[in-house]
């Protein structure tokens, strides 16, 4: 199940330029859900394409993951105007998309809060979860569920980027 290609089932749509679908390898068994696309994102249709993307990247290849093996999406598939986070109601009126996207995944990566907050409805700090794994059941299936930072929260903090770089770490030794 994918957003047409006129898609207007939230207010998001009134600012986007390109809806941004899914990036990577279409069968992984890991995915990283972000929270949404931002102006790079919106321009070219692709997610993690900005500053957070190539942060993104580094702490992959820093521990031998490859981003094209894996499978990288967000939350809400159209930029927010001004950056802002996306909403309830906006998260919800994608989550057809997202669910078709992570049902049956071994493994969901949900990278800071507003992932979090749609995931699992999570609204407390990251600090308390992050790479705690859970087991979440979407549409019927189970997955192992692994909060951690979004990779724009480690640009000036050191104890959230060791905590990210952990997270690929636990992937790359237990999950490829
Ligand atoms: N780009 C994305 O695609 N998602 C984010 O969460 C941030 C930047």
Known sequence: MMPEKNCSRCK????????????????????????????????????????????????????????AELLITNTVKCRPPGNRDPTKEEMDACRPFLEH???????????????????????????????????????????????TYHPAACIYNNNSKSELKRTMRIIKERYM
């Open 12 to 67: 998001l749509s009134e600012f986007r330029t390109k809806i941004v679908m899914p990036d990577g390898n279409p069968d992984s068994d890991v995915v990283f859900v972000g929270e949404a696309p931002g102006e790079n994102e919106d321009l070219t249709g692709r997610p993690f394409v900005g500053k957070s993307g190539k942060l993104l990247e580094r702490f992959m290849e820093e521990e031998g993951l490859k981003r």
């Open 101 to 147: 996207e992570l049902s049956g995944r071994k493994v969901i990566v949900g990278l800071g809060k507003s992932a979090c907050r749609s995931l699992i409805g999570y609204e407390g700090k990251m600090s308390e979860i992050v790479n705690k794994e859970m087991t979440i059941n979407i549409n019927g299936k189970d997955s192992i569920f692994i909060p």
